[in-house]
C-alpha cells in the first residue's frame, strides 16, 4: 500500500471549514483513497473515499489533486462534535482488505 | 439495526488469565474485522473473516491468540493466556460484500492486564 503522510494535530474554529491534507506521493492506479475519523473513546467511523474525482457527501468533500499525490478532506463547516483523530488511508484490492490507519490528524474544533 | 455489539466493554484481569472478547456484526454484513489500538502502535488489524472463515490472520501477534466465528452472528477473540502487553482497546467491525472499506466499527473493548 501507499504510505500516508498528515500533520499530526490541526486546529479550526467552530462553523469555519475545516481543510485536512493528505500526502499520498507513492499511490498507484487502482488505489483509492478513504478517510475514516475516530472521536474519543469511540471506534472509527467512514466518512469518504475517491479515486480521482472530487466526491461530496453528507459528511465532508474530498479534493484529489490531478496527480493524486495528495487530497484534502474538508469539513464545510465544523462543530464542536467534529474534534476527532482523521484519518487518510490508501489502499485497493490487491492488499486485501487491511485498511493501514496510521497516525493520523487530531483536529481540535475551538469555540 | 444496534450496529456491531462488543462485550464486555471494559475487561480487566490478571496476567496468565485467559480472556474471551465477543462481537455481534451487523446483520447481512459477510466481513468481520478484529483490531487493536494501542498508543504505541495505534490500530493494527489482527484477523478478518468472510463469510464465517478466516482469510488473514497475519496480524495475530502470537499463539497466545486466538479468534473464531462459528456462524453469521457471532465472534470471538481469546487471549490465553494473557499478558500485561496486551493491555489495549480491541474493536471489532464489520461490513458487506464489495463495500469492504466502508467499516462499521463497535464500541471496543477495553482490556487491561495487570
Known amino acids: 500500500d501507499a504510505k500516508t503522510t498528515q500533520p499530526p494535530s490541526m486546529d479550526c474554529a467552530e462553523g469555519r471549514a475545516a481543510n485536512l491534507p493528505c500526502n499520498h506521493s507513492?499511490?498507484?492506479?487502482?488505489?483509492?483513497v478513504y478517510w475514516y475519523r475516530q472521536i474519543h473513546s469511540q471506534g472509527p467511523q467512514y466518512i469518504i473515499h475517491?479515486?480521482?474525482n472530487n466526491e461530496t457527501n453528507e459528511m465532508a468533500s474530498l479534493i484529489i489533486t490531478e496527480d493524486r499525490k495528495s487530497s484534502t478532506l474538508i469539513l464545510p463547516h465544523a462543530t464542536l462534535r467534529d474534534t476527532a483523530v482523521y484519518y487518510c488511508?490508501?489502499?485497493?484490492?490487491?492488499?486485501?482488505?487491511?485498511?493501514?490507519f496510521g497516525k493520523g490528524t487530531s483536529l481540535l474544533v475551538t469555540p | 439495526d444496534a450496529g456491531v455489539i462488543q462485550s464486555p466493554r471494559h475487561e480487566v484481569t490478571e496476567m496468565g488469565q485467559e480472556v474471551t472478547l465477543r462481537c455481534k456484526p451487523i446483520?447481512?454484513?459477510?466481513?468481520l474485522f478484529w483490531y487493536r489500538q494501542t498508543m504505541m502502535r495505534g490500530l493494527e488489524l489482527l484477523i478478518y473473516?468472510?463469510?464465517?472463515?478466516?482469510?488473514?490472520d497475519s496480524g495475530m501477534p502470537e499463539d497466545r491468540f486466538s479468534a473464531k466465528m462459528p456462524n453469521a452472528s457471532f465472534s470471538t477473540l481469546k487471549i490465553q493466556p494473557s499478558e500485561p502487553r496486551d493491555s489495549a482497546v480491541y474493536f471489532c467491525?464489520?461490513?458487506?460484500?464489495?463495500?469492504?472499506?466502508?467499516?462499521?466499527f463497535g464500541p471496543g473493548t477495553r482490556l487491561t492486564v495487570t
Open positions: 473473516f468472510n463469510n464465517n472463515v478466516p482469510i488473514d
Open positions: 446483520s447481512g454484513h459477510d466481513y
Open positions: 488511508i490508501v489502499s485497493s484490492s490487491n492488499s486485501g482488505y487491511a485498511l493501514n
Open positions: 467491525a464489520s461490513s458487506f460484500g464489495g463495500v469492504f472499506y466502508e467499516q462499521y
Open positions: 475517491g479515486l480521482k
Open positions: 507513492t499511490i498507484s492506479g487502482n488505489e483509492y
